[in-house]
């Protein structure tokens, strides 16, 4: 199976983990977060970093790690960059919550597929949500009905 590494701006990292524990409380083991403070350098990210992918593949039955970060250029891809090796992981960038929602779902396929499931989870997670209900709907003025039935 594979494992998730999420590397991203404090406290976003954390936050989304939280988010996959809420909905897979089982997932605890293989999805790890990595907060990027502002005030520390990029070579002690980076080995944090390092210590985190270790301990993912260090685990028992680990396939491959999956590392999303938030931002491509900022501090968490670059650092994610200078990780992973493009054999047994792979960056995706751009990470939000039905991307993470996806990739701990099928975490078991194999590693090629959960990037191609994690930019489809994410791209198809974000939509224009039209208002529609009519309690949301403004009020029509009509000279003849002052009243607008809604139902």
Known sequence: MNSILIIAHAPLAHALRQCALHVFPDCG???????????????????MARTALQQLGGQQGADGVLVLTD????????????????????????????????????RHEPLEALVSRAVTGGTQGVMQVAVTAPQN???????KDQYDHQQ
């Open 71 to 106: 931002v491509f250029g900022a501090t968490p891809c670059n650092v994610a960059q200078k990780l992973v090796d493009g054999v047994n992981s792979r960056i995706v960038t751009g990470v939000n919550v039905p991307m993470l929602l996806r990739t701990v779902c099928y």
């Open 29 to 47: 083991s293989s999805v790890i977060a990595l907060d990027v403070a502002p005030n520390v350098p990029p070579e002690e990210t980076l080995a």
């Open 137 to 143: 709907q403004a009020r029509k003025n009509h000279a």
